[in-house]
């Protein structure tokens, strides 16, 4: 069985670098045609996607974060990470990493990490 | 970007009973060429993550009871609980994956009345 798991600091200080990193067990991130996908969930703002990084060497990012974001894949470690530059209070969110498949529908969903942006 | 709006925010509904959850997204995500509409459907338990219900707006994950049915085409579509159950308490999400950024309704809350 497939778990994605997310780990990282819950606590972030403003104008700094949020790091992110999702463990995936059960299956290769190698040669996946899998979408390997961060979405966060504000409490106002609900569900938004932040990207995905796919094996095959493309990464797409929501235009709304992509002067911020990078999303990358260590096939040796079978993991995948996010990285968010500049945060501020407003990144303040639940982070999950997913798994996105065939068109982009979401089949996975790690546990999620609450990550306070705050000084 | 795409705008997805849920109907209702939240609703109570008897055990036993009929939930219908209402997603209109600002424009049409049906695709032509493949004859399909890219939206699925997610619940949210309490303390959970989301999980996968419904994709193509009618094809059931699988493992996901029948009584989780959607429909609609375009850009209206509904997501019906033919006989709520106490486990369905939860969050119902729509998502379109049309086009980028694919986006979210807010979620209409389902519980026990």
Excluded at chain 1, 95 to 115: E, P
Excluded at chain 2, 10 to 16: D, E, N, P, R, T
Excluded at chain 2, 92 to 103: A, D, F, L
């Amino acid at each position: 069985q497939v778990h994605l798991q997310e780990s990282g600091p819950g606590l972030v200080k403003p104008t700094q670098t949020l790091s992110l990193t999702c463990t995936v067990s059960g299956a290769s991130i190698s040669g996946s045609e899998d979408y390997w996908t961060w979405i966060r969930h504000h409490p106002e703002k609900g569900l938004e996607w932040i990207g995905y990084a796919h094996d095959f060497g493309s990464v797409h990012y929501n235009p709304s974060l992509t002067s911020r974001v990078t999303i990358s894949l260590d096939t040796s470690r079978n993991q995948f990470s996010l990285k968010l530059t500049s945060v501020t209070a407003a990144d303040t969110a639940v982070y999950y990493c997913v798994r996105g498949v065939r068109d982009n529908w979401f089949d996975l969903w790690g546990h999620g990490t609450l990550v306070t942006v705050s000084s | 970007d795409i705008v997805m709006t849920q109907s209702p925010v939240s609703l109570a509904v008897s055990l036993g009973e009929r939930a219908t959850i209402n997603c209109k997204s600002s424009q049409s995500v049906f695709h032509y060429s493949k004859n399909k509409n890219y939206l699925a459907w997610y619940q949210q338990r309490p303390g959970q993550p989301p999980q996968l219900l419904i994709y193509w707006a009618s094809t059931r994950q699988s493992g996901v009871p029948d009584r989780f049915t959607g429909s609609g085409s375009g850009t209206d579509f509904t997501l019906s609980i033919s006989s709520l159950q106490p486990e369905d308490v939860a969050v119902y999400y729509c998502q379109q994956y049309y086009s980028t950024p694919w986006t979210f309704g807010l979620g209409t809350r389902v519980e026990i009345k």
